[in-house]
């Protein structure tokens, strides 16, 4: 029996059945293309069905919206919604239904999109509204129908030419006038699709000159514009995270949003510390010059970790190539960061990832998703015994044990001033002695448990 | 007649005469090798002598305490206070006689140190205390005869193997102490000397791995450093600013002061945007993915512009190359968004510059400097015509003027929210009409004020 | 009266006469936009005339053919040729008919161009090629006309999505064929409007993954097509030179023409060293990890120099971002290089530049390449001055003066081995005495002639 | 029983027995530290034992002649044969006996050293060279109580001071003859220890700035300095490679050997292309853009391939890092490529790595290197099974298929031309049809291996 998907006709990908666990013996082979060796979503991890942990979600833009192109060469994945003269709704239906058929069959939580990803823009704000409302109803429906839901839903303020000099941060207030209006839209279609949270990537909040810019204006409109974006998420009760994406450059020269600890900075000078979380995005990481880790780590830290974009980039390449990740070392480090911080709580995994354009068929959609999944869930298995064992987390606090002393105590509680310390050391003629930090025994440790 | 600075014998450069103004029409030879054609330093520049706009200053490290070596290769420049078996407080007078005698002849107002530039570290703190004392009664000497002074003073908590897992953020609390006794003596010396600043750069205040590092302690052992710092300021009657220097790494994987926005959120998490401000120097803002422009306009934007490390990286390198400035281009840009942001205040520039390693003449301390601060005049003028003319800022108001109509006024006044602005956008139609950026006509434009 | 060429109607550009020589206290303004400061093109430089030794081209691609878009972006400046259900000949012709009138405006002497920039694609390659040698007519009515001449043309070979795996080194042989037809007909094509050379960039001879590409086998596809290219080129009578563009990625990962250095390695593989030479681009430099000049002294010292595409990069973006040239420094310099090697001969200056995508106004096209032009013309009249003031060079000389002492003179003409120079450094107690390499004076001598 | 090395006394290391395979279940604790998990020596790989298909080699100058400096900070290790005030021959031996030690307890079969590794550098050449030959003794001695051998030396051209404007490429051409002198000496003592091969690493053969080079003439100098020790290879009858290791640059701003395809070319122009191959460093490939399996394939594909410097660089970092390999994606995909190839031949696997500075412990020097040891031979292992398995070169040669047919065989066999092939496009209506890259399966496919 084929349980497909009904209205996912005639069928897009050759796979009928969801892909199913099938053990760590499994190899992919062209008699047996797919099976998930280490993703069995009701396995506990932690305490947590294996789902709960990883919360994977399929973005719409990269996988449906996007046709292949470059910045040197058109499209290539012919997908049939794309057909030159077609019907924009009917083919935004159409790409509803494939897009909700592969949720089915990588059997994901979620997915995630952008309002003008799942529907064509109108002639007026208007008719794009009702538009994005016709695809919404579309959704609801196919959401019932498969129990796949809504890790969050975002505002596309970066690709009409109206946003080419920025959305808030526009020169002209009638451009942030019509974001804003823009993202209520969708904010609130969000809502009503029960979506967990609700993003913002500023891809044009930023500049390609410092010479027709002027950077303190621009930052306080973006400042009020993500106030007005708080404000009405509780007006209307939505009580999902609000997130940042932050982003060094690309497309702009300078993003404002460039990396987690500046958008701190920006939530502090805004009083929005509490209400609003970041979004990392490994490629984002990367092109900001820091690991992932240290993103993650750092918004832990921070207490503004909310979500992750599940992407690699390329690291002889200097633009966001946004590749389904593949290496298992860079996954479980991740991973082993979120656990360590409590886990990825109400955020998700989402694979803002796309196909090489060269990977033409449609089965490459689903190949590319199951891979980065299964790399996922092995990469999560192996951060639960870093973390169950301990080792790591005991070198740690055996490293730092000095600061429970009572000199330790005494300054971080304020106890000490420079003149105090100056008068302990002479007195107590401290000299410190270095030790190993162990770096390569821990490296060692860490690969102990692949 | 000679009028060579007493003590700097036998003479260690060929110059005998402090550099004079020649004009424009000057050109270096074997003849005649120097000469400024720009620096002029009582030419009045919007209004202020050239010397007071500029405030260059000299720092000893790369010019008096640097030998040579690179991380392939040892000594080159045999200078003779570094000879193997000499008395190291003999040398590090004989150092300080040469360094005035170059501040002499360069004509520079001021000078920077930090404290093992100038002394040599003893068995103890307190020896090496007495070290630096004596030296600093030398300075004292030096810049009543001379009339130099001090721009800012720094302590060295990298180079001692005791700092090899950072100062403030170290494991051990005792290397805390240590570093708190060694900044107090600085500190109050730089007081001592009338210094107008006190610079802390964390060279070693981040991480080499994750893997050992707990990333939320340092950042708030890193908190409680500079607020004690602060505090001491105060309790002495300190005036001069003090100042951070944002890099992003080398020799750590990770600083913390990665960058201005970095530093910014760190001050706002402990209190004291009011009371640091920051160093900023162009190879840092490089290897950070930055401008030096951006970082200076955006610490100027954020209120926390202090001074600057004048000097530029090899934009193909990926290491601090600290080359002195070579780039017309990019030096009068950088001064333009300093003097548009209303001048270098109580900061400087600050020659974070040194030789190639192959410039082993003596004579080549004067021309790397030489050459430095003449681009930079050069450059000073150029902004002030950019400025004086107000071509430039009259594009960027014209560009951002809707922000005073109506609807750009109550967005920032805080009087519209999306449902009201979604409001407007369908009542008034409206559809935002983008105007060119025109970044091609200004970057013309600024090329005509050469 | 105004003179604009027939059949530009209606105007595209506000401005009616070609761009004066103004001289250099000209400064662009409202009421006097354009006017060239320095660029004075039967002015006399080294000998020749500025238009002879600078042989600027305006391309087809970025500045008619290029819509605005970016990835994640779409067209924003609207062209009229580019307006959706428009007839495609037509548009070329409107297309044809305003870039001749740009040329004209800016009095510039060549220009170059990809098949598909000037023509579309047809249904197959036999339309395609009718449609480009129809508007090779246009083209030679209006050379005719202007006087405009071809310096280069080119084949695309990357954007359909035929060639998504490589043109010549694709694993289809089928692909290979389809491609050395078109460049067959864009070679003819150039040949019969007396282009004076021919360029070609492989943007797809590369890789994505070597997980999927044979290496070996595709470089001597690559080899394969390039002799059959210089074997036609002799066949049909063609006199000018056949130019690869080395450029080290993007949009491939790896692209095989990387740089100047893997281009030679390449050519000598296949013998091709004294047939082909190349086209160095300054952005495609900075992406190889290298600088303009770089790259232009090296291939002057392999033989193979031929042209430049002018053009910047940003120094921050890991992409290709072909700005117009800004940098009066670097300008300057590469220019130093271009003649200190003996100028550009055959080649020329092609602004492989696109404006900005907020550059929305036809007259930023004007201003763009005007800008450009002057930079250019003022970097050339620099590096006259360098050269003839030779002061510069005659440093180099006396650096390697010691070449011409008998032991050096031996090791150079073979007479000397690893014995006999161990012998004489024994006997003759050679004990070599490092110099200064003097690079801080050499760069403020050159600043010098600014 | 201890069976610790005769002279390394006082032990240095704790360990006393050679680290013995214990088997995938092993995880490295306090109690039990040491131990191969997949260092399996005897174990057949493809028909060979698994040490001579990895042929490990420890290198001297990171973990012996390196005390743990870096560009600002000084010593860390403390080892005691860098004392101040020692007898420089004494611990030149002592530092002999550390290092058989460690080779005899990580159980590798070869090591490298730099001439001034090994001993101190005396007033003369020939009296280095005595120092060196003394050294040269011990290690005979140490060589044939344990069975560890030389896999090659180099001679250190880099750090003295004399070498700072190059050794070969230097402006002086007493500098190359001292340089020729220093390689005579130490290839013959590399040939007198039976040494496998014998490399040149140009560290200083490049330029900092082409104002004070002469590119082309410096390129003549190297390449006759290389003809030189290719023919003095072949006068004393050395039988093992010579061996040009690529770097980009660091220290210089530009190194000639940038990349394997550099070196290729330079090999060409001097018709050296069979003489000499390459040792390619991962850490070295990661500063030119490259990944470390395109070096290695792409000197396979050109015929030098030689042997590897097995490291790691820091992604995020532009420098040299030289950290011991972790990642096990990366050290698998590049022994993949090195079996496609054929094996390492008679190369090895050097170590090019050294410890972090803070890794101050002895036995973090056994560690570091166990821990890369086990990485390589897991890495091994999944090549193996990738290669055996055969499932992704099957996907290459099905993908490159068509080549054999007979429109392949006519182009590559010199049977088709641009005339011929546009003939065949037009007369068999040619439309190539796109084929999936098929990258993410591929991605996939390779993870399922590990």
Redesign the interface.
């Known amino acids: 029996m084929n349980d497909r998907l009904p209205g996912a006709s005639p069928p897009y990908f050759t796979l009928g059945r969801p892909i199913a666990y099938r053990g760590p013996s ?4 062209d008699a047996e ?1 797919f099976g998930y ?1 280490f993703y069995d979503k009701d396995r506990l991890v932690l305490g947590k069905r294996m789902e709960d942990q990883l919360r994977f979600a399929v973005c719409y833009w990269h996988s449906f919206a996007w046709s ?1 192109g ?7 994945f012919l997908r049939p919604w794309h057909a030159v003269g077609g019907d924009p709704m009917a083919q935004a239906r159409h790409k509803a239904d494939v897009a909700f058929e592969l949720f089915r069959l990588l059997d994901v939580p979620f997915f995630t999109f952008h309002d003008r990803d799942i529907a064509p823009e109108g002639e ?3 008719e794009s509204n009702r538009n994005v409302a016709a695809i919404g109803e579309v959704f609801e429906a196919r959401m019932a129908e498969t129990g796949v839901r809504l890790l969050w839903g975002t505002a596309n303020l ?8 920025g959305a808030a941060t ?9 974001a ?2 823009q ?3 969708v ?1 609130e279609l969000t809502h009503r699709l029960g979506g967990e949270n609700y993003v913002l990537w500023g ?2 909040e930023g500049y ?10 621009e ?3 973006l400042g ?1 514009f993500l106030q ?2 708080v ?2 998420k509780h ?1 209307i009760g939505f009580k999902g995270m609000i997130l940042l994406e932050p982003k ?4 702009t ?2 993003q404002y949003d ?2 987690v ?2 958008v ?3 939530l ?2 805004h009083g929005l510390e509490n209400e609003v979380k970041v979004n990392i995005e490994q490629n984002h990481a ?6 992932f ?2 993103e993650i ?2 918004a ?3 207490g503004i970790f909310g979500s992750l974009d599940m992407n690699r980039g ?7 190539t946004d590749q ?1 990740p ?5 996954v479980a480090s991740a991973l082993y ?1 979120v656990l360590r911080g409590g886990g990825i709580g109400r955020g998700g995994l989402n694979f803002d990832a796309k ?7 449609p089965d ?1 959609l689903v ?2 998703h ?2 980065a999944i ?2 996922c869930a092995r990469g999560l298995l192996i951060a639960e015994a870093m973390l169950q064992d301990g ?2 987390q005991a ?2 606090e055996r ?2 044990a ?2 429970d ?1 009572p ?2 105590r005494d ?2 509680e ?1 106890r ?4 105090e ?2 008068r ?3 007195q107590d ?20 448990y ?1």
Chains 1, 2, 3, 4 share one sequence.
């Open positions: 499994f190899r992919p082979s293309p060796r292949g470059d910045p040197f060469g058109g499209e290539t007026t704000l208007a970066f690709t009409h030419r109206r946003y080419m000099a526009n020169p002209d207030p009638q451009v942030f006038a019509y804003a209006a993202v209520r839209n904010l891809g044009r390609e000159t410092l010479l027709n810019t002027d950077l303190k204006r930052l306080a409109q009020r007005m974006v404000e009405h007006k060094p450059g690309e497309p020269k300078h460039y990396d600890a500046s701190y900075g920006f502090k000078t990367l092109l900001a010059g820091h690991t880790e240290h780590a750092l832990q830290a921070l390329d690291e002889q390449l200097g633009w966001d389904f593949n290496n298992l070392s860079h960061e196909l090489r354009r060269q990977s033409i068929d490459d190949f590319g199951a891979a299964d790399l080792a790591l070198e740690v490293r730092y000095g600061w002393s000199l330790g300054i971080l304020g000490a001033s420079l003149d310390l100056a302990r050391v002479e003629r401290i000299e410190p002695q270095p030790v190993s930090g162990r770096q390569e025994r821990l490296e060692h440790l860490v690969n102990s692949f």
